[in-house]
Structure formats: structure tokens, C-alpha cells
């Protein structure tokens, strides 16, 4: 069937909108009409790292919308159904029988291929294959393909864009709180870089009753929000962050979280924790970073990485969006809305720190 994708076409072009052939659902497979789709930080870095030699790309992965047919082997999802697309995984592997499918040993191929898993296209153009399956989805298209393994069904009455990035930032930021640091009443917890991943940890934090929060980001409006949220705002460009976290938790935090991938701000979230603290990355950035082993050791701290907040879809989103419904975890607050056609506007104002999270609509 023709879509309408926004296509890449290299690290250095815009996002143009254009018409595209999805292939028909296989048996295992399920045709959604997507409403919403969150602009992710992945989705640039996966758009950079793409030369322009290897052809179109459609992206996206931050999907929700409505079923509209599924393959005859889909038993538990229906036509009608109201989905949110997340990431696949294999369901098979010892990751995803131990209930890790986010370390899934299969994920690449799965997620990153640009491929289904047997090789196969699911997008082409002019009878040549598009790069595309983004996470079992590629949600950057007014139709898509998904499958069971990464489609969670949710009630009708969600609001689907702004829960459109529960299937990847959201998630990402506050599994990394809820499933991983696991922080107490009593503890301090300090998000380095104030995006929609920071955000969702800072509210999750506060979801589960954390008093001393801190959020540490360059851009003026969203230390103003993570201040109107609960947290004590640092300005990483005029304050040592280190020495005021430090004066602010009585010797340091109990965890820690950078979003940045970048070395010397990780390196401040080690140092910013007291005696058996723990600091999670969750930032895709430079691949190697010096770390202060002796601090390390000597003070039993824990570094450690998480992908999409350890979780499993089919019960955390479920859980997140029960949060929201008590008015503990207040995500769309986050949102601002774009049109697909001024995706490239969204882009622009996500790096330029004017907006929390972009989701694009149709």
C-alpha cells in the first residue's frame, strides 16, 4: 500500500515527506495507522551515522496509533485496537527469558537492520528497498509495520501523543530510576541533562516520593521547569555542579544519571556520590571515558549502563501510564506538538533546547 514517510536521506539533508510502498502484513505481523510519533535523540544519531551512499531511510520509534489489520497468526491484538510501538526482541534468548529483553542477544538485527529479521524489505520506493524496520516499526510514516513482541495495546482513552514516547524516552528515563537505581524517600537523586529522558527520570523520582532532586542542564527554560518540578536547577556553565551537589546532599548523592554520553559529564555524575553511590548512563555518545577507578573502588560506587530502562514493555508502559492517571508522573507536560510536514522545524528546536519533546502528528 502507498504511506506518506518522512524519508532521510543522509547526515547532512532535511526530512522530506514523500510516498512510499509498505508491504503487506505477514502473518505475524500488524498494520497500524500511527497517530503520533515521538522525536528521539536516537533518531538523529542513528540519522547522522547513515551516509547518504546508503540510501533512504525511514526512522522513528516512538510510535502510537490504531490497529488497522493483523496476520493471521496475531491472536491477542485486533483491528481497532489502540497501540503504543516500542522496541523488538526475540523472546527467546537466555536476556529475554530471565525478563531482559531490552539486552536482547538478537536486538541489532531486530531493531537495526533496516530489514525484517529474514532480510526482507518492508518499505520500498520506485521498486528499490527503503531502509527501514526501525525497531520493528520505523514510525516516521503514516502506516507501519509492527509485531507483537513490540506493540502494547492500551485503553482507548489515552491520550496517544502524549504517550507516544512511552515506547522509548520516557521509558528510558524513568526505567533507569524505577527499574535500575531503585531510589528510596531518603535518597538524592541527580539527573545530568534535563531532556525528555531527564525529565521522565526527575518525575519518576518524585513519583515514588524522592524529596532532594537536582537537575543539572545549560539551557535557562528547562533548569525553569525542572525547578517548577521539584528540583534544584544547576547551571553546569557558571556553577562547580560537583561542590554544589555535594553542599546540597551533605557529602553527595545517593544516584546519579547522565543522559549526555559525554565523558567529563559522567565523570562529574561519579563524582558527585557519596561512599556506595550508584550512577546509571543511558546517553549514546563517545565510546570511551576515563574513569577514576580509585574513586571507584575506594568508595564503592557502582557505574553502570541501561538501555531502554530495563524494561519490559508489556508491563512498564502499562505501569507508567497508571502513574500519569493518579497525577504522579505527569509526562505530558513534556510534549509539544509538531505536524509531520514541520518535522524538520521539530528537529531544530529539540537542539535548540526550546522544547522538552517533540511528538509529531498526522
Known amino acids: 500500500m502507498q504511506v506518506t514517510a518522512a524519508l532521510s536521506r543522509g547526515p547532512d ?26 522525536l528521539c535523540h536516537t533518531d538523529l544519531v542513528t540519522k547522522a551515522a547513515l551516509p547518504t551512499a546508503a ?3 525511514v526512522l522513528g520509534h516512538e510510535g502510537a496509533g490504531i490497529v488497522v489489520d493483523v496476520g493471521a497468526r496475531v491472536s491477542r491484538i485486533v483491528p481497532g485496537d489502540h497501540v503504543i510501538l516500542s522496541y523488538r526482541h526475540c523472546g527467546d534468548c537466555d536476556q529475554c527469558r530471565s525478563a531482559s529483553p531490552a539486552y536482547c542477544v538478537d536486538a541489532h538485527r531486530l531493531n537495526s537492520s533496516g530489514r525484517r529479521a529474514d ?15 526501525f525497531f520493528g516499526q520505523s514510525s516516521f510514516a503514516d502506516h507501519v509495520l509492527a509485531t507483537a513482541d513490540n506493540i502494547v495495546v492500551v485503553d482507548g482513552s489515552v491520550d ?12 528510558t528515563g524513568a526505567g533507569a530510576v524505577l527499574n535500575v ?6 535518597s538524592s537523586v541527580v539527573v545530568f541533562g534535563a531532556g525528555s529522558v531527564g525529565f521522565a527520570a526527575l518525575l519518576s523520582a518524585r513519583s515514588v516520593g524522592v ?108 505501569h507508567l501510564l497508571a502513574l500519569h492517571a493518579e497525577g504522579r508522573f505527569p ?5 509539544t506538538e509538531y505536524r509531520f510536514e514541520d ?9 535548540a533546547g526550546t522544547v522538552i519533546k517533540p511528538v509529531l502528528v498526522w
Open 331 to 335: 509526562f505530558d507536560r513534556l510534549v
Open 211 to 318: 524529596a532532594t532532586l537536582f537537575a543539572v542542564d545549560p539551557v535557562p527554560a528547562r533548569r525553569a521547569l525542572a525547578a517548577e518540578v521539584g528540583a534544584v536547577a544547576l547551571d553546569p556553565g557558571s556553577q562547580d555542579v560537583v561542590a554544589a551537589i555535594r553542599a546540597g546532599t551533605g557529602g553527595g548523592a545517593t544516584h546519579t544519571l547522565d543522559t549526555t554520553g559525554i565523558p567529563t559529564v559522567i565523570g562529574q555524575a561519579l563524582s558527585s556520590l557519596r561512599a556506595r553511590g550508584s550512577a546509571v548512563v543511558v546517553g549514546l555518545g563517545t565510546p570511551e571515558v576515563a574513569v577514576n577507578i580509585q574513586d571507584l573502588m575506594l568508595n564503592g560506587k557502582t557505574l553502570r549502563g541501561c538501555v531502554e530502562g530495563d524494561s519490559s514493555v508489556q508491563q512498564f508502559i502499562p
Open 160 to 171: 496517544l501523543t502524549a504517550a507516544a514516547p512511552l515506547g522509548c524516552g520516557f521509558q
Open 119 to 133: 532480510g526482507s524489505a518492508t518499505v520500498t520506493r520506485n521498486g528499490e528497498p527503503v531502509r527501514a524496520a
Open 55 to 57: 540510501g533512504p531511510a
Open 343 to 351: 518535522i524538520n522545524r521539530a528537529v531544530a528546536d529539540q537542539a
Open 13 to 38: 539533508s532535511p526530512f522530506t515527506l514523500e510516498t512510499v510502498e509498505l508491504d503487506e502484513p505477514r502473518a505475524d505481523e500488524v498494520l497500524v495507522r500511527i497517530v503520533a510519533t515521538g
Open 181 to 186: 537505581l531503585r531510589p528510596g524517600s531518603d
